[in-house]
C-alpha cells in the first residue's frame, strides 16, 4: 500500500512476489493494484475549466521558467492538439521492456504504483502530469538502455526527479528523492548521475504527449460531466500501472477511457474508431476489476473526490 | 583550427568563431560525420549543483527539442545537444544548429536598387508569418524579431532563430554593455505592459516596412525616443487604449494624428499597406495575429498558386503509387 511497501531491494522483493503470487495471481494481485486510494491530486482540473485547459506545458511555466512561454492563445487550441496529436507516435515507446535481460512486465508495473503512491504521499502532491511524464521518461529510457534490476528503483526516482522539473510549480529536491527510495539505497550522487544520463539518452526530449495530456484537451473541449471525466481520469492513472494497456497510442487511450467512463456514467456510447474500439475492449478489464472490489456507485464517488476536490 | 577542449563535440570541428557575447561564444563549425556540412555551436554553460540539471534549464532545451520535433521549414533546425564535462559545479552543453550564412539584416544590405520587388517582399512575409504561427501555436513568443536573427537561406528560405535559451542569454546581455536595439520593440513592451505574442506580430510589421525600404521605419534610441518616433507615425493612442499600471503617463506624450502609411513607404500596395497597418496597431488586443495574417487578402493570391501547387503533386503522386502495392491500413 505505502511507498515502502514495495520499496524493498528491488529484487528480492519482486522475486518474492512472483514466486508466492504464481501464474494466476490477476484477481487478487489486481485487487490491490486497481484499488481507489487516495489518489493523485486533481489540482483544478476542473474548478478553473474556463480560465485555461491543463496543458502538459502548465501556465506555472510563464511565472516560473524563463522560458519564453505565452499564456495559451485560444486561436490555437486546435492546431496546437492536432499537432501534438502527429507527434504522439515518436515517444510512445512500444514494447519497451523486449531488451530488458531482467525487467518483466509485472516489475516495471511494480515501480509505477510506486511511482503513482509517491506521487499522492509527497507534499504537496505532485499533478498527473508529473506522474505520467515519469512513466513516459521510464519507458523510453528502457526502449534502449538495458538496466540492472537494482537499478530500477532509481530510475523511477530519477524520472520523477526530472519529471516534476518539467511539470511542477516546486520541483522535489534530491534529498526528498533520494528518501523515498528504500533506505539507504541510493545516493545523490548517483541520483544525479543517472538524470544525466537519461537527459542524454532521451536527447531532452520532455515535453511529451502523455494520454492524460490527450484527456484534460478532450475533457475541457468536450461534452462530458465531471464524474465522466473523473472516472475517465483514475482509469487511465491505474491503467499505466499495466504493461499491455501502455502499447495503445495516448490519444486512442484517452478517447477510450471518457468513452468507457461515459458510457458507464451516462450510459452513453460513441461511435469510434477500431483503435479505440480495442482501447475500451482492455480498458474494460480494468474497470471490471474495480468493480469487483467497490460497486459502481461508491467507485465513482470515491473518482470524484479524487479528481474533483 | 584549435581542437576542442569539451568531450562529447568532437565529431564538429571548429573552423571560425561567429560571434561572442554575455550567453557564451557561437562557433562556426564541420560536422564531420555529415560529410564536413557546416553547422553553428551555441556553447552553454549551466550551473549545476546539489539539485542537478537546473529546472530552467530542463524546461528550455526540452522546449527547443519540441520545437524542433515539427521540423518547421521556417525555423533554423536544431541538430544536436552535446552533454559537455561536468566540472564541479558547471557542466557546459553545446546546441549545434544548422549553419545559414546571412541573416535577413545583411541580405537587405547585399541587396541591389531598387529593392525587393513585391512577389519576393511576398514571399518573404509569408515564411516570416509561417515561422511565426508555428511558435505562437506553441505559445512561444520570440521578443527579439529582428532582421539579425531572421535568416535567409541561399535559396531565399527564410527561417526564424535565436529563440528559447538565446533570449535568455540575451536577458543578460541587456545588464552588460552590448546594445540592444529598440527599433522592433511593440509599445507594450516600451511601456513594460505585457508580453504576449503580440509583440512579435509588431517586429513583424516593422520589418515589412523595411522590406520596402531597406531600413528601419522606426529608429528610436531610447524607450520614449522609440515611443515618440512610433507616434509621430501611428498617431498617439486615445486615453482609453493607454495600458494600466504603467510607469509613463499617457499624458506624457504629445498628442499626435496618425500620417499615411504610404507617405513613407510610396511603393507599398494596397492589400500590403491594409495588413502592415493592422500590425502597427497600438493595442495589442487588436493586432493581427498570424494566423490572421496568413488569411490576409494579401496573401490570397499566392495561397492559390500554392494549393494548385500542391494538387498538381497529389495528383502526380496519386498516379505514381497507383503502381505500389499500398499496404493495407
Known sequence: ?309 | METDPDPGTEQYEKVAKIGTGAYGTVYKARDLKNGGEFVALKRVRVQTGEEGMPMSTIREIALLRQLESFEHPNVVRLLDICHGTVAEKETKLTLVFEHVDQDLHTYLEKCPAPGLGPDRIKDIMHQLLSGVEFLHMHRVVHRDLKPQNILVTSNGQVKLADFGLARHYSFQMALTSVVVTLWYRSPEVLLQASYATPVDIWSVGCIFAELHTRKAIFQGNSDIDQLNKIFDVIGTPCKEEWPEEVSLPWSSFQPRLAIPLESLLPEVEPLAKDMLDKMLCFNPHRRITAKEALQHAYFVGEEAVQERLQEAASSRSLTENTFETSPEK
Not at chain 1, 131 to 153: H, K, M
Not at chain 1, 158 to 180: D, G, N, R, S, Y
Open chain 1, 1 to 309: 500500500m505505502f511507498p515502502s511497501a514495495i520499496a524493498m531491494k528491488p529484487a528480492l522483493k519482486f522475486q518474492s512476489r512472483r514466486g508466492s503470487d504464481g501464474e494466476t495471481s490477476d484477481s487478487d494481485h489486481c485487487e490491490d493494484i486497481y484499488d481507489v486510494s487516495p489518489m493523485l491530486g486533481c489540482t483544478d482540473a476542473l474548478t478553473s475549466e474556463a480560465a485555461a485547459p491543463k496543458w502538459s506545458v502548465p501556465d506555472q511555466m510563464v511565472v516560473d521558467s524563463p522560458a519564453p512561454l505565452a499564456p495559451a492563445d485560444p486561436t490555437y487550441l486546435d492546431e496546437w492538439f492536432l499537432m501534438m496529436k502527429s507527434n504522439e507516435v515518436k515517444f510512445h515507446p512500444v514494447q519497451s521492456l523486449n531488451n530488458q535481460p531482467q525487467i518483466t512486465p509485472e516489475m516495471r508495473g511494480l515501480l509505477v504504483r510506486w511511482l503513482t503512491q509517491v506521487c499522492q504521499t509527497v507534499r504537496p502532491r505532485l499533478l498527473p502530469e508529473t506522474l505520467f511524464l515519469a512513466v513516459n521518461i521510464v519507458d523510453r529510457f528502457l526502449a534502449v538502455t538495458p538496466l540492472g534490476l537494482d537499478c530500477l528503483q532509481l530510475l523511477g526516482a530519477t524520472a520523477l526527479f526530472i519529471a516534476a522539473k518539467m511539470e511542477e510549480v516546486h520541483p522535489l529536491c534530491a534529498e526528498e528523492v533520494v528518501a523515498m527510495c528504500d533506505e539507504g539505497q541510493y545516493t545523490r550522487g548517483q541520483l544525479r548521475m543517472l538524470e544525466r544520463r537519461v537527459l542524454s539518452t532521451l536527447g531532452f526530449h520532455l515535453t511529451v504527449p502523455t494520454s492524460i495530456l490527450f484527456l484534460e484537451h478532450l475533457a475541457a473541449h468536450g461534452q462530458y460531466d465531471q464524474l465522466t471525466s473523473c472516472l475517465a481520469r483514475h482509469l487511465l492513472v491505474t491503467s499505466l500501472q499495466d504493461y499491455v494497456i501502455c502499447q495503445h497510442a495516448p490519444s486512442s487511450l484517452a478517447l477510450a477511457a471518457l468513452n468507457l467512463a461515459s458510457s458507464l456514467v451516462n450510459n452513453m456510447r460513441m461511435n469510434t474508431c477500431p483503435a479505440v474500439e480495442r482501447c475500451i475492449l482492455d480498458l474494460q478489464v480494468v474497470l471490471m476489476t474495480m468493480m469487483d472490489s467497490l460497486p459502481l456507485p461508491d467507485l465513482l464517488v470515491a473518482c470524484y473526490q479524487q479528481y474533483c476536490q
